[in-house]
T-cell receptor
Framework: EAGVTQFPSHSVIEKGQTVTLRCDPI?????LYWYRRVMGKEIKFLLH????????ESGMPNNRFLAERTGGTYSTLKVQPAELEDSGVYFC???????????FGPGTRLTVL | KNEVEQSPQNLTAQEGEFITINCSYS?????LHWLQQHPGGGIVSLFM???GKKKHGRLIATINIQEKHSSLHITASHPRDSAVYIC???????????FGTGTSLTVIP
């Protein structure tokens, strides 16, 4: 069974540009989570989808971040316009039920110059 | 102050040593996770706990809900155990997740 996949693995963009990160959860997992780790800090929760609905987006830093999960399968996280402080590693995780173990993707390393 | 505190931040051990990593949290939780990340690798979930103790191979995780504390133990440590170990909690109000900053473990042959 394929695990959680994320694309791209690395992205380098300039301040002001737009970047879209993609996460493909494990098939059948209704719960999808986005996390972010900025350099030297702990991982922070961004948001949680149950199927296509945003269950909790309290961790989204500001309105430059937009997450979608149309159809309840893969999810995208768009940053527009990107700022320097958005640099970090963005992780996606999925689980079948909310109380289950989460399976993490490899992360996308975003660098904003 | 972070809702989840881990200690130590860095740990170096000789192969074969018994290792303990500690995690304390300040919020009410419904579950606590121990995660592992090897250098350059992805995050792997080791344990999810809501009470008591779990064991998987040489790894043991315990949690004391009253004291808001969890420990991850590694018996007979091996260089392949070298990784960052992260403690994370899911709150019992809503679905917030808080993470510790991680413990970087190096096991020397």
């Amino acid at each position: 069974e394929a695990g959680v996949t994320q694309f791209p693995s690395h992205s380098v963009i300039e301040k002001g540009q737009t970047v879209t990160l993609r996460c493909d959860p494990i098939s059948g997992h209704d719960n999808l989570y986005w996390y972010r780790r900025v350099m030297g800090k702990e991982i922070k929760f961004l948001l949680h989808f149950v199927k296509e609905s945003k269950q909790d987006e309290s961790g989204m830093p500001n309105n430059r971040f937009l997450a979608e999960r149309t159809g309840g399968t893969y999810s995208t996280l768009k940053v527009q316009p990107a700022e320097l402080e958005d640099s970090g590693v963005y992780f996606c995780a999925s689980s079948q039920f909310r109380t289950d173990t989460q399976y993490f993707g490899p992360g996308t390393r975003l660098t904003v110059l | 102050k972070n809702e989840v505190e881990q200690s130590p931040q860095n740990l170096t051990a000789q192969e074969g040593e018994f290792i303990t990593i500690n995690c304390s949290y300040s919020v009410g939780i419904s579950a606590l996770h121990w995660l592992q990340q090897h250098p350059g690798g992805g995050i792997v979930s080791l344990f999810m706990l809501s009470s008591g103790k779990k064991k998987h191979g040489r790894l043991i995780a315990t949690i004391n809900i009253q004291e808001k504390h969890s420990s991850l133990h590694i018996t007979a440590s091996h260089p392949r155990d070298s990784a960052v170990y992260i403690c994370a909690v899911r709150t019992n109000t809503g679905n917030q997740f808080y993470f510790g900053t991680g413990t970087s473990l190096t096991v020397i042959p």
